[in-house]
């Protein structure tokens, strides 16, 4: 494997190899995963998913940081109280994606009016009676379980890779029984960073989505056999374009759940802004797409974004088995 210097401080083994391409790979899959959990909130609109998402994040952002608080409402059943939440702007919401005012508001206004966001003067935030539906702790459950499957791949994939950069529970933390409030506020943060990234790349979330898709479709080869995923596992090596494997526009469209010609328009964008490529086969990311400072920083970032987010968990004590 390539060597990479490593700026981000991440630990890949004592030779510091290159794995950010195999990382990525690995946590493809879960991503798509993560973002349908969401699926209560979004109600078949993926940007209202993760925009519900982000308010719940910065609702409950100062309670990560406190230890105290971060294990008591750690639990299931147990979501911190509305009087402790604090709100988050609609503005703040639409710069975070660099989306228009107006499609956060529009979206905002639709959580408002199934009762899942409530709207004070100091901004939004999500109740926690919302947070408590069976829906909601089928997510969490959920979300639990796709934190623990990410780590185990990336335990195959990458052996030599450290996802908590040695980090152990600190000192008088005792792992709580129930993990999974606890676990989605720092998974939280990693799918919103990704969310983020997606956006920028691509200037607009659903389409990043619809990126992210190809690119999944693409490495399935490689998932299939370790040994050629970690031939190509670098940021400066990606596959050639004939290990890849097409996904057609119909196939994308079904795996997305979305209607047809927003997934062809869509793509005939990425197409035209040189993010993906047409093949009689169907469409790929060519190896040529990586061959950006843009399409690099998304990789390495990638890799410091899921270390810190695991090594945080580790140090809550969070359990990964």
Known sequence: MDKL???????????????????????????????????????????????????????????????????RYAGVDNPPPD?????????????????????????????????LCQRTTRGVYI?????????????????????RALAADVRTAAPNFDLTGG????????????????????????????????TRTTADFGRGMILLAILDANYQPLREDLELARRYASVRRPPPDELLAPISVLALSNTLKQPFETTRRNVNVLIRTWRCARTPKGIIVPAQAFNTRLARDVLTGHLGDIQRVFSAMARMGVTFD
């Open 83 to 115: 009087d402790i939440r604090r709100p988050i702007s609609v503005g703040a919401l639409a710069a975070s994606f660099s989306i228009p005012y107006e499609a956060a508001r529009r979206r905002v206004a639709d959580l408002e009016a199934r009762g």
């Open 167 to 198: 980090a152990r529970p600190a000192p008088g933390i005792t792992p709580p029984v129930s993990q999974e409030r606890l676990a989605a506020r720092f998974t939280a943060e990693y799918v919103l960073r990704i969310a983020e990234r997606l």
């Open 5 to 71: 210097s490593d700026p981000a401080g991440t630990t890949q083994g004592p030779a510091c190899e290159d794995v950010s391409r195999l990382i990525l790979q690995c946590a493809i899959p879960h991503f798509v995963q993560g973002v349908a959990t969401l699926e209560h909130f979004g109600g078949g609109d993926a940007m209202t998913g993760v925009l519900a998402l982000s308010i719940i994040e910065a609702n409950v952002r100062h309670i990560v940081r406190d230890p105290v608080l971060a294990l």
């Open 127 to 147: 109740p926690a009676a919302a947070l408590e539906t069976d829906a909601n702790r089928l997510a969490l459950g959920r979300s639990l379980a796709t934190v």
